[in-house]
Structure formats: structure tokens, C-alpha cells
């Protein structure tokens, strides 16, 4: 018996919003589950043999988890160009490749410029969920205090940057392991979240929203408790991944229509059945990557070459998210380029 697909709008009002905190929900016990292994585990030191592996294996299944949430990337953008998916998806490809060949030869500056990049997109999609599930639309000073802070288990874990994460950065590039070293750049990443923390928090709390705030203090407990390169890889896949997904679930026409129709369950197997082949492609080459630094004999090394890939990736990743999303703001543009 065939099942015919619901022919109704895209999820919207109260299904929408119960996806999106069903994604919150999840992601921010997963946090809370992290500090509260980080501090057992402070409580009860583990040996310098075992700690280094088993925060980098952590870190690996934070990366891995993350992975879904840019596999159809392709798809979004196919849609978004009006072009085939393969086309797209050779420029998207492209697009990672010469992101690759900066980062490799252009030294700290193009390794920067990224990194301040992923903290804008990270920022940006942490603000849309809390628009989205909140309903509240601060002003402009609170909403790049909520992005800022949203952003806490990538600065924070900078600002904390211990001896294996400067080992890592030194061997992504010569001068970012020192650059990360200097007490005055953590000192500034530390005040910068700080200070975003407090205007966020503050202000959600004067708005009402206790939600938003509790969310910036998991965030804080995350990025200064666990392990500064398990807190960015745990908060990547279970938070920032996470919730993405969750958003994808409700852009995507057809799995929108499940959510609408009542059948969130149907809406995941398939985006889940879209993203399958391109998540076990980029799984095996992580995971690939992960063994080998574990096994390696200069594991930081091994580990930074896993790192460069998804920076790399994280370019054309980012500008596909940014494109939907101002087109998620301005509907009548795609209607009327499709005339």
C-alpha cells in the first residue's frame, strides 16, 4: 500500500516550535551530562596516559556527531541556486578546496579570518533558535551579546587553551599555538564572553526569558569545565549540530509537511535517508583521520590536519546557511526569481 505525503504547508506556530525545543532540550541535557562528567572525572584525576586519548576520543565523537547537520548542504543550496545538486555540489566542493589551500599556506591570518567567521555563524545560529523558540526579538546590542555568548564553547576553550589545544594550533599553524599561548589573548576572550554573558543574561532575564539565560550559563559551565577540545566538539554535535538539524527539519519542504501532519518521526527518517551517504562518506574520512591521530606518534599533528578539513568545510557550510537564512527572511525575492 502506497503512503501518499501530506500536500500541506511547511510546519509553522506550535509544531515548529515543539521541534525546536525538543532540540534544545536534548542538546542541553547533553551539555549538562558533559560538566557533569567533567567534574567527576576533576574529582577523581584521571592518569596523564589515559587523559590525553580519552579527551581526544571524546572530541571525535563530538565531531562526528556534528556531521549531519552540513550533510545536505548540497541540497539546501540546489534549491536555494534553482541549479542540479551535482553542479552545486562540485562548487561547494571547490569552494572547501581553495578554503583548504589558504588555510594550509596563508598561514595564521586565513586561519583567523575562519575562526572569527565560525563565531559569527555560530553566534548567528544560535540567535535564529533563540528567535525562533522564544519568540523575542531584542535590539541590536542584546542580539550580538546572545550570538557572542552563544558562541561560549568556542571561546571559552580558547581562552583556556592548555597544552595539548596549543600543541594543535601550533601544528595547524606555526604562530597560532603561541598566539593562543599569550595570556593577554585569553585574557580577551575570557572578558569578551564575559561581558556578552552579562548583557545577555541580564537582558533575558528583565524580558522574562529564564530559558535563554539558564542556556548561557550551560554554555559558560561548558566551555570552562570539560576539557578545552571535548567542550568545542561535544557543544558542536550536541548543541550547535543538533539544534541545526532540527531547523533543517523545518526549512525542508517535504519534511515539514511530516511535522505539520503530525509525524515528526517520518520528517527525520527522511531527512536522515538525504543525509546518510554524504555523513558516512565524511565519517569515514574523520574517523580515518581521528585513528590515525590517536595512533600517531605526534598525535597534535595528525589531530590538526583533521581540524584544517572541517574548517575548510566549515566555509562553504557557512555561506549555504547564510544564504538560507536571508531568504528565510525574505521569502518574496525566491518567489520572485523563480518567475
Do not use: I, K, N
Not at 535590539?139 to 589545544?165: D, I, K
Not at 501532519?261 to 517520518?266: E, K, S, T
Request: charged share 10%.
Amino acid at each position: 500500500m502506497t503512503v501518499l505525503e501530506p500536500r500541506l504547508a511547511p510546519a509553522g506556530g506550535p509544531a515548529r516550535v515543539d521541534v525546536l525545543r525538543t532540540a534544545c532540550r536534548w542538546s542541553r541535557r547533553l551539555a549538562v551530562v558533559a560538566v557533569g562528567g567533567a567534574v567527576v572525572l576533576a574529582a577523581a584525576p584521571v592518569p596523564a596516559g589515559v587523559s590525553g586519548p580519552l579527551v581526544l576520543a571524546v572530541a571525535g565523537a563530538g565531531l562526528l556527531l556534528g556531521l549531519p547537520h552540513g550533510a545536505v548542504d548540497h541540497v539546501v543550496a540546489a534549491r536555494l541556486a534553482r541549479r542540479s545538486w551535482p553542479v552545486v555540489a562540485l562548487a561547494y566542493a571547490a569552494v572547501a578546496a581553495v578554503s583548504w589551500v589558504l588555510l594550509a599556506t596563508a598561514g595564521p591570518v586565513a586561519l583567523v579570518a575562519v575562526l572569527l567567521l565560525s563565531v559569527v555563524h555560530f553566534g548567528l545560529g544560535e540567535l535564529e533558535v533563540v528567535r525562533e523558540v522564544s519568540g523575542w526579538r531584542p535590539g541590536p546590542v542584546v542580539s550580538v551579546a546572545v550570538a557572542l555568548a552563544g558562541a561560549g564553547a568556542l571561546l571559552l576553550p580558547l581562552a583556556r587553551a592548555g597544552p595539548l589545544l596549543v600543541d594543535v594550533g601550533t601544528a595547524v599553524s606555526p604562530g597560532l599555538g603561541p598566539l593562543l599561548g599569550e595570556p593577554v589573548v585569553r585574557a580577551a576572550l575570557a572578558a569578551t564572553w564575559v561581558a556578552a554573558a552579562a548583557v545577555a543574561t541580564t537582558a533575558a532575564l528583565r524580558a522574562g526569558q529564564r530559558q535563554v539565560a539558564a542556556d548561557v550559563l550551560v554554555l559558560g559551565l561548558l566551555g570552562a569545565v570539560v576539557p578545552p577540545l571535548a567542550a568545542f566538539a561535544l557543544w558542536f554535535g550536541g548543541w550547535h549540530g543538533l539544534r541545526h538539524c532540527a531547523r533543517l527539519l523545518l526549512d525542508d519542504q517535504r519534511c515539514a509537511s511530516w511535522v505539520a501532519a503530525g509525524d515528526p518521526a517520518r520528517a527525520v527518517r527522511v531527512l536522515a535517508g538525504r543525509a546518510a551517504w554524504p555523513t558516512l562518506a565524511a565519517t569515514a574520512v574523520l574517523a580515518a583521520l581521528l585513528a590515525g591521530s590517536v595512533r600517531a606518534a605526534d598525535p597534535s599533528r595528525a589531530l590538526a590536519t583533521t581540524l584544517l578539513l572541517l574548517l575548510a568545510l566549515t566555509v562553504p557550510h557557512m555561506l549555504v546557511v547564510l544564504w538560507s537564512d536571508h531568504r528565510a527572511r525574505h521569502p518574496g525575492r525566491l518567489s520572485r526569481s523563480a518567475r
